[in-house]
């Protein structure tokens, strides 16, 4: 956030101003006014940003549900045509024996269990894909790593970057997360490919596991920006720990 000057700048102004020095309570006055207004500001759009993530999430999730409720319904139609279909085959059968005709009787349980098993394939093999397109994807800046991130403010992408205590930055480590929980990985190379270019891409068409892996990587995103608040806080307590101290 380019702070540092700032807290050098304050640090020196109280020393100045334990010395009586004239116009140092005030030029430390203002120096801390500018430290806590870009603090606030980068509060502001950790914020911002977070709000846009779980939105995106939502977005995932909502339409994961509703491909998954039309499964349901659907599964439930042909649950319910197929039964109908067994009990007319089972009627016409039951009649066409009473009458001696078995060849004829033979052919509607054919027919009828072949309708039935059909349906109920249909059922359980239905895919439940829609299209889904994303083109700011904050995913793909996180994955791709680029020198300048263009949909990241700065001291945000600064602080998403910036290793942490065990030598990773939090990018590194949601990447490394994201591969752990095959949330990116495929039967095959080919199908890893595509599914890279699905998550990182400009959208594309989506299953029910896709738009929940999409979520949830959402989410671990929206965890890691969270993070920077704590950082903050810690900054504009040490600043009012060290003024409470001078009085």
């Not at 203002?30 to 779980?54: D, F, G, K």
């Not at 990116?184 to 989506?206: D, K, M």
Request: net charge negative.
């Amino acid at each position: 956030m380019g702070l540092l000057p700032l807290l050098r700048q304050s640090v020196a102004l109280e020393m100045e101003r334990a010395a009586k020095k004239e116009g140092a309570e005030v030029e430390l006055i203002r120096v801390r006014q500018q430290i806590l207004a870009r603090t606030v500001l980068a509060m502001l759009e950790a914020t911002s940003l977070a709000a846009v993530v779980r939105c995106e999430q939502a977005r995932a999730d909502e339409l994961a549900d509703s491909l998954a409720e039309n499964q349901t319904h659907s599964a439930q139609l042909a649950t319910v045509v197929s039964v109908i279909i067994e009990s007319v085959t089972i009627i016409a059968t039951g009649g066409l024996i009473l009458a001696g005709h078995e060849v004829a009787e033979g052919v509607a349980a054919l027919v009828g269990g072949t309708l039935a098993s059909t349906l109920a394939a249909v059922s359980l093999f239905q895919p439940g894909q829609h299209d889904f397109q994303h083109p700011r994807n904050l995913l793909k800046e996180i994955w791709e790593n680029p020198p300048q991130a263009q949909y990241f403010p700065g001291p945000v992408w600064q602080f998403l970057s910036e290793p942490t205590e065990d030598g990773k930055s939090l990018r590194e480590q949601l990447v490394a997360s994201w591969r752990e929980l095959s949330r990116i990985e495929g039967q095959t190379e080919e199908q890893q490919r595509q599914r890279i270019s699905l998550l990182f891409g400009t959208g594309g068409t989506y299953t029910i596991e896709d738009l929940r892996s999409r979520a949830a990587m959402l989410e671990m995103l929206a965890a890691a920006i969270d993070l920077m608040h704590e950082e903050l806080e810690v900054l504009v307590r040490e600043m009012l720990v060290r003024e409470e101290l001078k009085k």
